[in-house]
């Protein structure tokens, strides 16, 4: 009876152990960063953009099936026959959604650009009226010396 308790309790602190440093420094989430909420989405491929109609079209043609799987093999299979003159459709959709993509980021970077700025000037100005408030509390200022 002794040895059963002992050999548990020394492999559930093996594993406490174990499971400490993967969270900690081996695991994927702690190095990515955090995602902006504001940043805007990536565009659609050529494909995707394809996809979006075929699905439509694919759920009116086969109602009964709900296999997602079943829609996106039909449709890869559909875009890998289709020539390049009936892709491009398409492929025009997909660059307008770039072009319009990038004139966000740009805007996007821009206003990242500018808000750290705003936010160091904010705390700057704080760290200052600190400074004050601590002369006033320490005596040195010109309050003390009237009285």
Known sequence: ???GKSKSDTKSA???VNKKPTTKAGGRKSGKAAKDPNKPKRPASAFFVFMEEFRETY????PKNKSVAAVGKA??????????????PYVAKAEKRKVEYEKNMKAYNKRQAEGPQADDE????KSVSEV???DD????GEEDDDE
């Open 14 to 16: 093996k594993l406490s």
């Open 75 to 88: 449709g890869g299979d559909k875009w890998k026959s289709m020539s390049e003159a009936e892709k491009a």
């Open 132 to 134: 004050n408030d601590e």
């Open 59 to 62: 759920k009116k043609d086969h």
């Open 122 to 125: 904010v705390e700057s100005e």
């Open 1 to 3: 009876m002794k040895g």
């Open 137 to 140: 509390e320490d005596g040195s």
